[in-house]
């Protein structure tokens, strides 16, 4: 049982980073946009498809691996790609729906996020079907690190996100667009008195929270070798744990949050049954919502 | 005449299911259009009430199933009633939790709550059957009725066969006499409800938390009061579910046919009125078995025609919160008609 | 020609309408105080005329320019800016971070209004790095109307620069305030500190149930009767 920890807290990191990637994202949308978007997890799904997608297009072309990884320079394009699209499908879902509910009240736009959850999961299946999609059937060997066995494509996953956690960071705290961002998350009616277009500002929010969402969806797949549409849905809970638990706007209580989850589903396997992860998930949410519903770096 | 019978048997078997539901989005009315709590864990609920039922009801373990709990056999109205006491505890726990937090924060726990119980239905064998599932649930009635009906075919052999296969279904009838019944009677209990000063403060709440507040209204205990009554007729409604079912599977309890079809209906029909609930159901439960019977002319998979099905119905949802979001009927004006007294 | 008029303004929240029918103007580099009990609309006033509510009735000019009904980030660019009474400053943000989304419309090139804020308010420079969630009422007022200045307006809207500060600030704020007028800005503002707005403005309104009641120099209305009696206290 205690044998296996240190082996758990690395397939725990390397979960943690695709929860961490999509829990920036919900985080940034919360914070800006201000509800809770319910269909933050299928829009990992939806990336993850054009991913596989954009792979399988680009691959001919661009054939090979990478040393030890179970991939080639194909992902690089097709993950761009991927990242590229899925934000114009974000910002494509905002004009149809939510823009024309700025107004009302947050428990609509929760509903309406429900809504398209549901459209945006089944449009997946109705395209892909409800088999998984394989990203590679290529069959790495792992690395030995005092007895515990590490994969190449997992450390790739785990600097994939860091580094994603510090563009964002640089993001917020440097560029233009991140500081209008935050001054709308703080003020939305003065961001506008200041002069900032906010629609803009929204656009592009759902960019980088659905690019985001898409590599998280990506490297999913790439760890677990395949993607199915129901990814989105297991991920939905331990996003929103992530995100509780680190508390709302900051993208490093985001990471903070979803590698904690992240450890803490796969940690528990060691001592209950694997079926329960999704309620480890969900038994840490309501501890922290009892005892900090701040979150653990949120203020106020 | 066998056409004819055969179109009869579908519709009682439709009127049964939309009423069901019909329950379901009552309860549901109760949470969201009169209080405003937003409950996307309508499933798990609803599967609590559904499996209490059948195991205060239903028979003991069989000689090939995992279960080794309940099966107690009791009479139907201690299961129903069962039901809906065990879903009203499970809304308070979470809505001790939760209810003096964010709307947010309740529908994230609404949903984790409903996924936990998925989760031990499919994987506590030893009190759910696991996937296998809940056998021979016991209909109400269902063995009198049954021999009466034989008892009166043996003694008319010479009736017709379009006669004696609608007789056959008999037992149908009584079930969906029983729904209908409750259905009234929740009605009623819900509409004299809203109408009293309890309904008053929940819409107070609904519309201005602070307000409410500030007239010295306990409004936690309001919304948990809400939300466990909606909750506990969800339970009924998985109590009548299951005694007509007979069948409880993990499948039946998913998230789009427990919780996200009662939420269009509720919002189609208009949030915050009963009626408005009812109708809601019976008309996109039509909608839905109306798009089965499209996607059939489909060359499509079940998969797809399925989930086509459900982006039709994802649409339909957001079309309405935008175009039309008090639904149908809209909610009922109270002052207006107490003015016009 | 006055730089900003408004003219016969009628205007409210939804089906109420809170002016009937106000008139103000205001000259460059002058300094014009409202004042009125609460509910005269005086907070409505300076919100239509930035475009915040649509009135139903009047125009609202800047220069040369029709802005009745414009939106506030077009009106912006005609070189009003806008202080609100509350909830005016971005509070995660850093006070240097405040003053760049003042000036969120300008490509680059802020580096020398950044320094005249600076020279308004030198508290902020030393405190640019600071949030301004943690800093005091005062020097929050202040990031509100550097925020304000950062697109070198021509006019400036103040709505009450110094509700709910202590007295001791409320005298500098007055003093910042004075300053961003000698620097050629004019300020319209709307005061309940009618005796100490009256003594440094130039001229002065009254505004009583959504109508001009009177309208003066700032030394006459605080030499009138009536107004003493209604407004300064004796």
């Known amino acids: ?300 | 005449m066998d056409v004819l019978v055969g179109i009869l048997n579908y519709l009682l078997f439709f009127s049964i299911t939309a009423g069901v539901y019909a329950v379901l989005a009552l309860g549901l009315n109760v949470q969201w259009g009169y209080t405003g709590l937003f409950n996307i864990g309508v499933a798990g609920f609803y599967a609590v009430g559904a499996y209490t039922s059948a195991l205060v009801s239903g028979p003991p373990p069989g000689a090939l199933d995992w279960r080794v709990f309940g099966g107690w056999g009791l009479p139907f109205p201690m299961g129903f009633a069962a039901a809906g006491v065990v879903a009203a505890l499970v809304a308070l726990l979470i809505g001790w939790i939760t209810i003096r937090l964010k709307e947010d924060y309740l529908a994230i726990a609404t949903i984790g709550i409903a996924e936990v119980l998925r989760l031990i239905i499919k994987n506590e064998a030893w009190l759910t059957n696991g996937v296998w599932g809940l056998k021979n649930i016991p209909s109400p009635w269902f063995q009198p009725v049954q021999s009466g009906v034989t008892a009166f075919l043996a003694a008319r052999p010479q009736l017709p066969g379009w006669l004696v296969s609608l007789l056959k279904g008999a037992y149908s009838w009584v079930y969906l006499g029983l729904l209908a019944a409750v259905i009234l009677a929740l009605y009623f209990l819900v509409e004299r409800a809203l109408r009293s000063p309890w309904g008053r403060v929940l819409r107070a709440i609904r519309e201005d938390e602070v307000a409410a507040a500030a007239q010295g209204k306990n409004v936690a205990a309001f919304k948990l009061q809400a939300f466990v009554l909606g909750s506990a007729i969800m339970g009924l409604a998985g109590s009548l579910y299951a005694h007509y079912a007979r069948y409880l599977s993990v499948e039946k309890f998913e998230p789009l046919y427990g919780t996200f079809i009662v939420w269009v209906m509720l919002v189609a029909g208009g949030a915050g009125n009963n009626k408005g609930a009812i109708l809601g159901a019976f008309l996109i439960w039509g909608l839905w078995a109306g798009t089965d019977f499209l996607t059939g002319y489909l060359p499509l998979s079940d998969v797809r025609a399925s989930a086509l099905r459900v982006v039709l119905i994802g649409v339909l949802l957001v079309g309405i919160l935008l175009v039309r979001p008090r639904g149908i009927l809209g909610e009922e004006k109270f002052v207006s008609r107490l003015f016009k007294g | 020609m006055p730089l900003l008029e408004a003219r016969e303004i009628h205007s409210g929240y939804g089906g109420m309408e809170v002016l009937h029918g106000v008139s103000v103007t205001l000259a460059a580099g002058e300094l014009v105080t409202i004042i009125g009990p609460n509910g005269a609309g005086k907070s409505t006033l300076l919100k239509t005329m930035f475009g915040l509510l649509t009135p139903t009735q009047g125009t609202v000019s800047l220069g040369e320019e029709d802005i009745t009904g414009a939106p506030p980030h077009r009106i912006v660019r005609h070189g009003m800016c806008y202080v609100p009474q509350v909830d005016n400053v971005f509070p995660s943000l850093t006070v240097e971070e405040n003053l760049q989304m003042g000036a969120f419309i300008l490509r680059g090139g802020i580096e020398a209004r950044l320094a005249r804020v600076y020279e308004l308010f030198p508290v902020l420079k030393d405190r640019r790095r600071q949030r301004v969630g943690k800093m005091s009422g005062g020097e929050r007022q202040m990031v509100a109307m550097g925020r304000a200045l950062m697109l070198d307006p021509q006019v400036l809207l103040l709505d009450e620069p110094t509700a709910a500060l202590a007295p001791n600030l409320v005298e500098q704020v007055f003093q910042s305030i004075q300053a961003i007028v000698g620097s050629g800005v004019g300020v319209l503002m709307v005061e309940q500190n009618a005796r100490q707005s009256l003594a440094i403005a130039d001229r002065g309104y009254v505004l009583v149930d959504g109508r001009n009641r009177r309208e003066g120099s700032g030394q006459e209305l605080l030499a009138d009767e009536e107004i003493g009696r209604l407004f300064l206290g004796g």
């Open chain 1, 1 to 300: 049982m205690w044998e296996r920890i240190p082996q758990l807290i690395v397939y725990g990191l390397v979960s943690g980073s695709v929860i961490t990637l999509g829990a920036v994202g919900l985080s940034l949308t919360y914070s800006i946009l201000r509800f809770s978007n319910f269909a933050h997890g299928d829009l990992m799904t939806s990336g993850a498809y054009l991913g596989l997608g954009f792979l399988v297009l680009f691959s001919p072309l661009l054939p090979g691996r990478f040393g030890p990884l179970s991939f080639g320079p194909a992902l690089i394009p097709a993950v761009l790609c991927a990242m590229a699209a899925n934000a114009a499908l974000a910002i494509g879902i905002d004009r149809l729906v939510y823009r024309h509910l700025r107004r009302a009240k947050a428990v609509l736009l929760l509903m309406a996020s429900v809504g398209v959850a549901f459209v945006l999961r089944n449009l997946i299946l109705f395209s892909a079907e409800a088999d998984p999609l394989y990203f590679s059937h290529h069959i790495q060997r792992a690395l030995r690190i005092g007895g515990v066995r590490v994969k190449a494509d997992q450390l790739f996953i785990l600097g994939v996100a860091v580094l994603a956690v510090l563009f964002l960071h640089v993001l917020l705290r440097y560029t233009k667009t991140g500081k209008a961002m935050r001054a709308m998350a703080d003020n939305p009616e003065l961001a506008q008195v200041s002069g900032i277009n906010t629609e803009r500002v929204v656009a592009w929010t759902w960019a980088v929270g659905a690019a985001l969402a898409a590599l998280g969806g990506i490297l999913s797949g790439i760890e677990n070798k395949l993607v199915t549409p129901e990814l989105g849905w297991q991920t939905l809970l331990p996003l929103f744990a992530a995100v509780i638990l680190g508390g709302i706007g900051s993208p490093y209580g985001a990471m903070l949050g979803g590698m904690t989850i992240g450890l803490a589903e796969e940690v528990s396997t060691a001592f209950i049954s694997t079926a329960y992860k999704p309620a480890v998930a969900f038994g840490i949410l309501v501890l922290m919502l009892l005892v900090r519903p701040q979150g653990l770096l949120g203020r106020r």
